[in-house]
């Protein structure tokens, strides 16, 4: 299985504390990483690591094992990284139909192959005015639109959904895994069902890796 990005001793510090202690964590290709822990684990501080979201205070970040830690957010954005935060992933300004059109430039009708139908009725309100679980759904659909994903990185991503479109959302992130090649990067409090084979959990504590196995090993 190759890696397909990763944290090598990366540290990151938010001015006098240090939320990142040396981390090395491996991204491997064409399956699901899930990060384990609490608020405060680091979870979220390594996914923005791995965006460009914020700045290694030492350490690097490697894409195919290319030195990418200099390359900015937006430029990792163009070469197919996908990041979706837990808060402020959509425009709420931009109607749903106009957030869905930013992950598909070019496509006269994104909405039409929204992996969330329950969007369709919502396209000409502003994303601001939705529910927190279907502010959810436009900020993944985004990400399942992407034409060239090569990594994707959510935080959180169930968060406000009833547990039937949380299943779904699982689903279609094992697939882009399994079925695409995509290297899916998870932040979560608990491991989540329906993850394909081949993925791996790693625990985080207090900024660093504590442990790291199969799925069925945290449950």
Aim: with cysteine.
């Amino acid at each position: 299985m190759s890696v397909e990005m990763a944290l090598r001793a990366a540290r990151v510090r938010y001015g006098p504390l240090e939320a990142l202690h040396g981390l090395d964590l491996p991204v491997p290709a064409g399956t699901v990483t899930v990060l384990l822990g609490r608020n405060g684990s680091g979870r979220t501080t390594a996914l923005r690591a791995l965006a460009g979201t914020v700045a290694l205070s030492a350490g690097r970040v490697e894409w195919r094992g290319a030195d990418v830690t200099g390359v900015t957010a937006h430029r990792r954005a163009r070469r197919g990284l996908c990041f979706v935060p837990d808060l402020r992933a959509v425009y709420p300004g931009l109607t749903v139909a106009e957030n869905l059109a930013l992950a598909a430039p070019g496509d006269s009708a994104p909405h039409a192959g929204t992996p969330y139908p329950e969007l369709v009725p919502l396209l000409a309100r502003t994303a601001g005015t939705l529910s927190g679980g279907e502010r959810r759904m436009l900020a993944l659909a985004r990400a399942f639109l992407a034409p060239r994903a090569r990594v994707v990185l959510v935080d959180e991503p169930s968060l406000g959904m009833a547990p039937p479109v949380a299943a779904r959302t699982y689903r279609m992130l094992a697939a882009l895994a399994a079925d695409r090649g995509a290297a899916v990067v998870l932040a979560e409090q608990r491991v989540p069902d329906g993850l394909p084979p081949g993925s791996v959990v790693h625990e985080l504590r207090r900024g660093s890796r504590a442990s790291s196995g199969e799925p069925a090993e945290y449950r």
